[in-house]
């Protein structure tokens, strides 16, 4: 791989896995914990932002589905031996 | 009676689904295609089975009966939570537990951690473990049958024979159908659930004049926190996230992970995994909470008059249970499709609350599949027996399960709430170190694994003895039992056990990690042959 490409795919995976802790973090929406205020008069807007939260997560596997996907491992299918440990 | 019917006709469908699944594949049922469906689903069959198979009696009952009781708090615990851990950890573990099932033939995850850790005996305690972690899961399915059952008949059919009806139909699919037949029905489930929640906000709002002013009701009443999580503290809320982690170590989830026909299979799961969840649980949770401002209906209204005599110090100790059982919500959903619902829908709508409650069925076939591989064809009966009666065990091993499963719900009087949480999922949790050590970590041993398996089993164990030996305390106060330089270490609260004042998940799973490095380092690691099958450079 050029050296460019590896520090994109660096950047890549460090992008991704800052994503994956600050999403982490956005769970704890301390900013909404005593607001009762209800969005379009009928949803508390706690319960909206965490609504919210899962369409976030949604966007954000398909971000590690599509730049991050493990590619290796389906190319290593082929039935293997494994260590013959059963009990006689 | 007619809604009651509409579910019956439900469970005729569900038991043929099974017997479809049998008819037509019965012919090339070794053990791979009976446990692991050929490991040759499809992508649809994938997500709406993963799901439904995730998807248990609280996501609808429970949910919605914890957000009568504890207002928004339930989705952001338990569902948002969910949606960003569970398809990470399907990301992150399931496709490399897929990867080595198809390269070394795994069935069952224990076959791997001998394989990978070079041991037997130590698999054999892990299948134990994970055994007993499993049964609290599968009892709620049973439970979650007999109070659905007996609610939409109107207690024509009791408890006990709701129960029954479930467990036996239940076990009838997976008998014949094997993990083919548990996912075509898991699929069907998932399609029926997820319109369920849908139809039932739909049509309750529209009967009951829309929803707008149950909220308000709520907001001017002296329930208000119940549309915010002021009553729950931040770190309770930030310590449950690590509950969703026991998905991916509960077997009957990795061993689903084994079933899907190419990896791409996981790319649209875990892309739709958090839609699938907002779609099932935000009406769920929302219809808990508005639940609150409907006192038109006369058993809500019964609820709230208990829950507000529970508050009340006047109120005599001896009163206290019987208040408990009137003010609990798991029948919330169900009261208010009786009152609003015309009773053809109700049944309709009865029968998606069905397709929840009988997610037992990939439990029971995860036991019989785990003590097939792990104990009946690893301690030599399939080379005696041959597969076809590897199959037959496993089929036994089924009925058997569930008639222990239908004895203990019979006999288990804890909410299905706190029976789930308090054990199987604080163990499975605590169980994750040991597929990180397996697949991430390639200095990991046996003994690191046996430390994290002895550890898990001491916490819930502990805990078990513990809340069966101190009494919860009246809501809103606790006892210390154990406190060291004015630091509460151990106490007991109406909701549970907490350590260090975090529910005992935190401690259990931040254990469980360290023994697994510490010991792993202080033991001699597997051979480098065995080590470089599983991280290839």
């Known amino acids: ?88 | 009676m007619t809604a009651a019917f509409i579910v019956f006709a439900y469970l005729a469908v569900v038991l043929y689904i099974g017997i479809f699944a049998f008819r037509k594949y019965e012919r090339k049922a070794g053990p791979e295609e009976f446990f692991v469906a050929g490991r040759s689903l499809g992508p649809a069959v994938f997500l709406l089975s993963l799901f439904g198979t995730n998807m248990t009696a609280f996501t609808i009952l429970g949910s919605a009966g914890h957000a009568f009781g504890n207002g928004i708090l339930t989705f952001g615990l338990m569902a948002s939570a969910s949606a960003f851990i569970i398809p990470l950890c399907l990301f992150l573990f399931g496709t490399r537990i897929w990867s080595l099932g198809r390269r070394f033939g795994f069935i069952t995850p224990v076959q791997m951690f001998r394989d990978r850790w070079e041991c037997s005996h130590i698999g054999t305690f892990i299948f134990v473990l994970q055994a007993a972690l499993l049964v609290p899961y599968i009892i709620i399915g049973v439970m979650g049958g007999g109070t659905t059952i007996s609610a939409i008949s109107g207690g024509a059919v009791p408890y006990w024979a709701g129960g029954a009806l479930v467990a036996l139909v239940v076990m009838s699919y997976v008998f014949l159908g094997g993990m083919r037949g548990t996912a075509f029905v898991n699929a069907f489930q998932t399609v029926l659930f997820l319109s369920f929640g849908l139809a039932a906000v739909l049509f309750i709002g529209y009967r009951s004049g829309g929803f707008a002013g149950a909220m308000e009701r709520i907001a001017a009443s002296p329930d208000a926190w119940l549309l915010t999580r002021e009553r729950v503290s931040p770190w309770y809320f930030f310590a449950y996230t690590l509950i969703p982690l026991s998905t991916i170590a509960f077997p009957h989830i990795s061993i689903f992970c084994l079933t899907a026909r190419r990896m791409t299979e996981f790319k649209r799961t875990i892309i739709l995994y958090p839609l699938c969840i907002l779609a099932i649980w935000l009406p769920c949770v929302f219809l808990g909470v508005a639940a609150n401002g409907l006192r038109e209906v006369p058993a809500i209204d019964a609820k709230l008059e208990a829950r507000a005599a529970l508050a009340s110090p006047a109120t005599s100790p001896d009163d206290v249970p019987a208040l408990r059982a009137e003010a609990r919500g798991d029948d919330v959903v169900i009261v208010l499709l009786e009152h609003y619902s015309p009773l053809w829908l109700a049944g309709l709508l009865g029968a998606g609350i069905m397709a929840a409650v009988m997610a037992s069925d990939s439990q029971i076939l995860a036991m019989s599949t785990m003590f097939t591989e792990d104990v009946f064809a690893f301690y030599g009966g399939k080379e005696r027996f041959g597969e076809r009666m590897q199959v037959a065990t496993g089929r036994v091993f089924v009925v058997l399960v569930t008639a222990v499963a239908y004895a203990l719900a019979m006999r288990a009087p804890t909410s299905i709430f706190e029976l789930a949480v308090q054990y199987a999922f604080t163990g499975y949790a605590a169980l994750v170190p040991l597929l990180v050590g397996a697949l991430f970590w390639r200095r990991s041993t046996k003994w690191g694994a046996l430390a994290v398996a002895v550890w898990t089993a001491a916490v819930v164990l502990g805990i078990a003895v513990f809340q069966a030996s101190v009494p919860a305390p009246p809501s809103g106060t606790e006892i210390v039992a154990w406190s060291l330089g004015g630091v509460n270490i151990l106490t007991r609260a109406a909701t549970g056990t907490y350590i260090f004042g975090l529910m005992p998940v935190v401690t259990a799973v931040i254990g469980s990690a360290v023994l697994m490095w510490i010991v792993s380092l202080a033991t001699p690691r597997p051979t480098p042959a065995t080590v470089e099958r599983y991280f290839r450079r």
């Open chain 1, 1 to 88: 791989m050029p050296p460019s490409s590896t520090i994109v795919a660096s950047m890549r995976t460090l992008l991704l896995t800052l994503s994956v802790i600050a999403l982490y973090l956005l769970h704890q929406d301390f900013w909404f914990w005593r607001d009762g205020t209800l969005v379009f008069g009928v949803l508390p807007i706690g319960l909206f932002y965490h609504a919210a939260y899962c369409a976030a997560a949604s966007g954000l596997m398909w971000a590690l589905v599509r730049f991050a996907w493990p590619v290796g491992l389906d190319s290593e299918t082929d039935r293997q031996p494994t260590t013959d440990n059963r009990q006689p």
